[in-house]
């Protein structure tokens, strides 16, 4: 039996290469998603198919009811405790401060916003009562550094993660559960494909790597935060976008 890593959102783009990787490198991965049961059932496929061990439970990341329900059954699945949480889950709104509907302001910050704290309350709790050190991820945002137009929604969550991930590290070390956060940068995914054609182009000519990021990219960070290398890091965000955000 693996150590049991929990991360939402685990049916496509960045989600779905991190319960690969999480799963190639022994850990039990129980992954929550949403609405598309398809997708969830090809990932337990594939990790299957490479050796390993996957969990899946549709679950709205911000229902603190489904959460508890979810996190139960993944440690009943898993016959432990959870070590790991990566808080992936997030949707993303384009429109103008002024043409943006408050039911997408509420959609965006309750599921990035609220499902990190529903999450992270839901899975410290169980580490704690399983006598375990833990270590949970936050997925933020490159987006942060900068002021980009039409993401006023996306960004006000995601700087709320950050501060969440601070303050979280903070109350929680004391249980020995660290709290950081992974910002990406451009990632290409099905999703970012399907809204830009020519998304990786776009991207790579202004990253100083010159290339767009890849989910593999935001991987090697997330098992790093994951795992005992990383033991005296907490409070923090790594930045992993090939550069494009520093520069001016
Ligand atoms: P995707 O849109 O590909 O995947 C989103 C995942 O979240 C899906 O598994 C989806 O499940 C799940 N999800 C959506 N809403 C809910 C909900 N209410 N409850 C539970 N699960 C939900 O996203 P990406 O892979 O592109 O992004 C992953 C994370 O990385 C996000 O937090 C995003 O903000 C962040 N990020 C991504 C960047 C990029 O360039 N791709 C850049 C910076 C940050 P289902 O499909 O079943 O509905």
Redesign the pocket.
């Known amino acids: 039996m693996g150590r049991l890593a929990i991360i ?8 779905r290469h991190l319960v690969s990787a999480f799963a190639r490198e022994g850990y039990d991965v129980a992954f ?5 049961d398809a ?2 059932a090809e990932v337990i496929a594939e990790v299957e198919a490479q050796g390993g061990r996957a969990f899946a439970m549709s ?4 229902d603190m009811l489904a959460t508890e329900e979810f996190v139960a059954s993944a440690e009943n699945w898993a016959g432990e405790a959870p070590e790991v949480l990566i808080n ?5 709104t384009w429109a103008p401060l002024l043409e943006l509907s408050e039911e997408r302001w509420d959609a965006v910050i309750r ?2 916003l609220k ?1 990190t704290f529903v999450n992270t309350q839901v899975v410290a709790k169980h580490m704690i009562a399983g006598g375990k050190r833990g270590s949970i991820i936050n ?1 933020g ?2 987006c942060n550094k900068h002021a980009f137009p039409r993401l006023v929604d996306y960004t006000a969550s ?1 700087g709320g993660i950050e501060q969440f991930t601070k303050v979280s590290a903070v109350e929680l070390g004391p249980h020995g559960i660290r709290v950081n956060c992974v910002a ?4 290409e ?4 494909k399907a809204e830009a054609p020519d998304y990786a182009k776009t991207w790579g000519d202004v990253t100083p790597l010159r290339r767009v990021g890849t989910p593999e990219d935001i991987a090697g960070p997330v098992l790093f935060l994951a795992g005992d290398q990383s033991a005296f890091v907490t409070g923090q965000t790594i930045w992993v976008d090939g550069g494009v955000f520093t520069q001016a």
């Open positions: 939402t959102g685990g049916s496509s783009g960045i989600g929550g998603h949403f609405q598309d997708a969830a679950c709205d990341v911000a992936n889950a997030g949707i993303q599921t990035n499902g997925l945002s490159g995601k990406p940068g451009a990632i995914t099905a999703r970012t």
